[in-house]
């Protein structure tokens, strides 16, 4: 009895430890939603919520700029170019908006910072991944990836440096996606892999405001033996193959000469026109050699003689 209450009192600890970590599990993802939908809603935030003495500033710094007129006027006007985006810092809050650009802005001198984020496509090589395939093979895989800042906020609120994680990552799901796959299946199923990249990478970096546009395989180099064991494999294959296709070819042409001297014995007359024409090829090459055949049955009479 003893035994069983503390196998029962085990299962139910088991499924309380449980409860709790799927309440954990919950929470944490709650977490990480609010912060993603925190840093998306600065948008419209904004500086509201600056406080008092943000807002002292604030005036403070508008007051100096026109008292400066109009050398401070040079300060406030920034331009960004129709491919980058600025992104507005007052006293180290996003600025209400967003994004700025592009085209004209204005910045207070004392209080507001920006930074520039480039929008267009960019492209980067994945230096070679030495992997281990699942049949244990050991290839050399590089690749190319086509990305963009979708979200220029979030590029930059969410993530030190969206380039390098990028590389990174990219660099990390190569290996991953390829440890999967046989080598038979690196080798012809390269459009499979690069789709399959391109989704992985695109989900990981949506909290970064990173579009994977595109992602590719440049080359897959075997190990020097492999080569070799390959090109042998196929050499074989072909030979085999030749040796196949000139069998059959040698059987059809037994099979026509046999069928050529069936007809040749029904008339006898036709063995000397077959003589004629070899005759007349061999005068066509301006031989001096001419060779004359000798029926047998001649040599025979002779030997009874």
Same mark, same amino acid.
């Given at each position: ?46 500086? &509201? ?39 507005? %810092? ?14 004209? %802005? ?7 910072? %920006? ?20 049949? &244990? ?11 963009? @800042? ?5 590029? @930059? ?41 391109? &989704? ?106």
């Amino acid at each position: 009895m003893e035994d069983g209450r503390e196998t029962a009192a085990m299962r139910e600890q088991k499924r309380k430890d449980r409860q709790i970590g799927s309440e954990l599990i919950s929470q944490n993802n709650k977490d990480r939603w609010c912060y993603t939908n925190d840093d998306t809603q600065a948008l419209e935030t904004g500086d &509201s919520d600056i406080g008092v003495c943000g807002w002292i500033l604030v005036l403070f710094s508008i007051l100096l700029t026109l008292l400066t007129l109009p050398l401070s006027i040079w300060m406030c006007i920034k331009i960004v170019k129709e491919y980058e985006r600025a992104i507005i %810092f007052r006293l180290g809050r996003i600025l209400r908006g967003g994004a700025k650009g592009p085209g004209l %802005f204005f910045i207070l001198p004392c209080t507001d910072s %920006f930074i520039n984020v480039d929008m267009r496509t960019i492209t980067f090589d994945i230096p070679p991944q030495e992997v281990l395939t699942k049949d &244990s093979v050991t290839v050399s895989v590089d690749g190319v990836v086509y990305y963009r @800042v979708q979200n220029a906020t979030l590029a @930059v609120a969410n993530i030190t440096n969206a380039d390098a994680a990028t590389r990174l990552l990219a660099q990390t799901t190569l290996r991953n996606v390829l440890g999967t796959k046989n080598l038979a299946e690196i080798l012809s199923d390269r459009e499979e892999i690069a789709h399959s990249m391109q &989704s992985t990478l695109d989900d990981a970096t949506d909290d970064w405001g990173i579009k994977v546009e595109r992602v590719e395989i440049k080359d897959v180099k075997l190990p020097l033996q492999l080569q070799r064991a390959m090109a042998a494999e196929a050499e074989a294959t072909r030979e085999a193959r030749a040796k196949v296709i000139a069998a059959e070819g040698e059987m059809n042409a037994s099979r026509a000469l046999k069928e050529a001297s069936l007809v040749i014995a029904e008339s006898p007359s036709a063995l000397q026109l077959r003589y004629l024409q070899t005759l007349n090829t061999i005068a066509a090459e301006k031989n001096s050699t001419i060779i004359f055949p000798l029926p047998i049955d001649m040599m025979q009479s002779f030997m009874k003689h």
